[in-house]
């Protein structure tokens, strides 16, 4: 993600967030040096069903044509690659179409799922809604509980 300042900033320190200290730390450990680059277009990427081509980072990710260490990053999104293989550090979401063109590992954050319904529509209540909390069964059982005490007390009483 691009830091917001009051000054200007280049390279690797206009960008800030898990995934840049996660490339830092792996790239401290094993000790290699990267640069962060905007994507172009812009995009994370997107399959365009009539040429059966990618956009934005997905493309960068399939072209391979790299021979040395290169990091780009578009915003949120940093692919890496190193030694002739593309890796990279993303909150990329995994689609059936991305799954399709590249592996994935497992995410390093999983927020849940998201479940998406229509709205119900409202209708006016109608006269015995005071009923719905609670099944027929429940109703009948309460009844039959409520006239077997009532009865019990009335010859108890006598």
């Known amino acids: ?15 800030e967030g898990y995934g ?4 830092h ?7 290699f040096n990267y640069t962060f680059k905007l994507v172009p277009d812009g995009r994370y ?13 997905m493309k960068e990710l399939l072209d391979q044509g790299y021979d040395q260490l290169k990091v780009r990053i578009n915003l949120r999104i940093a692919p890496v690659v190193w030694r002739s293989v593309a890796k990279t550090i993303a909150d990329l ?7 399709q063109a590249v592996d994935f590992t497992m995410p ?6 998201s479940i998406l319904y229509r709205k119900p529509i409202k209708q006016p209540p109608n006269l015995f809604s005071f009923l719905s909390p609670l099944s027929l069964d429940v109703w ?6 409520y006239l ?11």
Do not use: C, H, P
Not at 25 to 31: A, P, V
Not at 45 to 57: C, F, I, V
Not at 108 to 113: D, E, R, V
Not at 140 to 145: E, K, L, N, R, S
């Open 140 to 145: 009948i059982y309460m009844a039959t509980a």
């Open 1 to 15: 993600m691009l830091k917001d300042s009051s000054e200007k900033l280049t390279g690797n320190a206009q960008f």
């Open 108 to 113: 390093f954050m999983n927020l849940g799922i």
């Open 45 to 57: 990427g997107s399959l365009n069903r009539e040429t059966k081509e990618w956009d934005g980072m």
């Open 25 to 31: 730390e792996i790239s401290r450990i094993l000790g």
């Open 93 to 99: 979401t995994i689609t059936y179409d991305r799954e």
């Open 148 to 158: 077997g005490v009532s009865v019990l007390l009335f010859i108890l009483a006598r």
């Open 20 to 23: 840049i200290d996660l490339i």
